[in-house]
């Protein structure tokens, strides 16, 4: 089985915290994606990356950077945290190939006061 | 941008069919997925069609696909209380994957 985890399910930080998000994969895939979750609007698509060192800017990336050194690592980063990136936070990762379908963590419950 | 929708909110009784309902605008797309999401919890794969499918059962679940109208259902048959959680439906290719806003679905006993 696929397993993607994330490295905190809940995390609080301070307005203005430098804040790390990071995620793993075990299936050596090659996209991975950074979504957030808020009520009545879905997932939307933060950043992703097609390979080490790739990187895309999705529908909201403003406020956001990611990194991504090895392949199963895509971490998201927060530089200077505000109120308003209080959410859920979802990482995936799918292979290139077959059904394209995407593989999430467990999500990380981000509280930024 | 292209958009993904269903309904927010659907309840019903154990034991009765669910029918959740999305339309996508990308023609484009390869695959249409239905996931799951438990409270507290990621999202999970529950099925997925081809684009050139109508239709595909897989249990107490079918998927529905109307290409023409652009229009994805999943019916899950005797639903049971374990089956409450948030639906999402998606498109998606090589390039992409677009999701819905997810159905909350409740299952009364």
Redesign the interface.
Known sequence: DVKVTQSSRYLVKRTGEKVFLECVQDMDHENMFWYRQDPGLGLRLIYFSYDVKMKEKGDIPEGYSVSREKKERFSLILESASTNQTSMYLCASRQVQGSYEQYFGPGTRLTVT | ?EDVEQS?FLSVREGDSSVINCTYTDSSS??L?W?KQEP??????LT?I?SNMDMKQDQRLTVLLNKKDKHLSLRIADTQTGDSAIY?CAE???ND?R????TRLTVKP
């Open positions: 941008g927010l390869t695959y997925y996931y507290g919890a990621g999202l999970q794969l997925y081809f999402f998606g290719s090589n994957m999701f819905g806003a997810g």
